[in-house]
């Protein structure tokens, strides 16, 4: 059983069980959609102003009249559960995995993958071959570099002062590295080729080509130190 708009363009889709899409969604060629997945649905203003009418349609095809839909693009692999929200636009082969929310006004690149749980809570911009692990957290105004790298567990803030009526972005630049834990303050700029240790608290921008670890986090090295003592720990496997 499944719903598909009558607005929507579907290329050679393989639908593993019950997918709802809605609104003028267009899901590329060879993209997979798992079980449960929801593609275009509605941001919660327009639920809101629809419960308020009270109306008799049947809740999707309500939501499909009120829905813009999402547009995905070819060879992706959206997993079981997974709910994207309308506006919302995917590259060519980005994966999810289980339980992952994709909010309205999302932009995500080519080739990027999102774990298992994350949550990507609207007007985001994230780049191309981004890696983002198990139950990560993104808020709206976050802006993801190409390249990035951010470990489980990984929260991003864009609140200071929560809860305030001013939020303020954080900037992952290119190649940047966050290891797993890791928190992000609102408004922070993390460098182009930067790496962010487990479990630091970042209250401060960090420059390009460092390292910083602990609470707060400080520079404890450089990428370039980063890299060799990699390479060491790679050729012991």
């Known amino acids: 059983m499944f719903y598909v ?6 290329g050679n889709v393989i639908l593993e069980g019950y997918v709802v899409i809605l609104g003028e969604s267009v899901i590329g060629e060879h993209t997979i959609l798992g079980n449960n997945v929801i593609v275009g649905y509605p941001a919660r203003r327009k639920i809101i102003n629809v419960l308020k009418k009270l109306p008799k349609m049947k809740p999707f095809n309500l939501y499909n009249e009120i829905s813009k839909g999402s ?3 070819e060879k992706c692999i959206i997993r079981a559960n997974t ?7 995917l590259g060519d082969n980005v994966e999810t995995g289980h339980n992952v929310l994709i909010r309205e006004h999302v932009i995500i690149g080519s080739n990027t993958k999102i774990g298992t749980q994350s ?8 780049g191309n071959n981004v890696s983002i692990q198990s139950n990560a957290y993104i808020p709206p105004k976050t802006t993801i570099g190409n390249n990035v790298f951010l470990g489980p ?12 009526r001013r939020l303020c972005g954080v900037t992952i630049e290119d190649n940047a590295v966050i290891g797993a834990n ?3 303050i609102a408004g922070i700029k993390i460098g182009r080729n930067s790496v962010v240790a487990a479990g630091a608290v970042v209250t401060k921008s960090v420059p ?5 670890a602990g609470v707060p986090a400080k520079i404890i090295d450089t990428r370039e130190n980063y890299e060799r003592k990699k390479r060491e720990y790679e050729r012991k496997s």
Request: charged letters at 20%; zero cysteines; hydrophobic letters at 45%.
């Open 5 to 10: 708009s009558e607005k929507a363009t579907l």
């Open 153 to 164: 567990n990984v929260i991003i803030t864009n609140d200071k002062y929560p809860p305030s």
């Open 83 to 89: 709910i994207i929200y309308e506006e919302t636009v």
């Open 71 to 73: 547009r995905l693009g």
């Open 208 to 212: 390009e080509n460092v390292v910083v």
């Open 182 to 184: 890791a928190v992000l």
């Open 119 to 126: 949550v990507i809570d609207g007007y985001v911009t994230i």
